[in-house]
Nanobody, 115 residues
Framework: QVQVVESGGGLVQPGGSLRLSCAAS????????IGWYRQAPGNKRDMVAL???????NYADSVKGRFTISRDNAKNTVYLQMNSLKPEDTAVYYC?????????WGPGTQVTVSS
């Protein structure tokens, strides 16, 4: 059974940093893509960053140069390092893992950027 669990959210001041972790398990052949998405109240869920099994990455324009996605295949964990955080980064951040069987979402973790 596939499980996807996020951790690392919290409250941070503008300009600060946070690192989110996504632990994905239960896939016999691994996940060929794992991504971070976010959703603020009243908004749709948007892609923030994506990494493939070959470590190719893709970022939303709004986070390029500030966020970095990486993966530790041995731990089946993907990280999102978020620097220079802005109030507009406030949202629930979700991890999405994709394998040949489908798409799996975690429950989300809240990130609040506020002074």
């Amino acid at each position: 059974q596939v499980q996807v669990v996020e951790s690392g959210g919290g409250l941070v001041q503008p300009g600060g940093s946070l690192r989110l972790s996504c632990a994905a398990s239960g896939s016999s052949y691994g996940f060929y893509a794992i991504g971070w998405y976010r959703q603020a109240p009243g908004n749709k869920r948007d892609m923030v960053a994506l990494i493939t099994s070959g470590s190719s990455t893709n970022y939303a324009d709004s986070v390029k140069g500030r966020f970095t996605i990486s993966r530790d295949n041995a731990k089946n964990t993907v990280y999102l390092q978020m620097n220079s955080l802005k109030p507009e980064d406030t949202a629930v951040y979700y991890c999405r893992a994709t394998n040949t069987g489908g798409v799996y979402w975690g429950p989300g973790t809240q990130v609040t950027v506020s002074s």
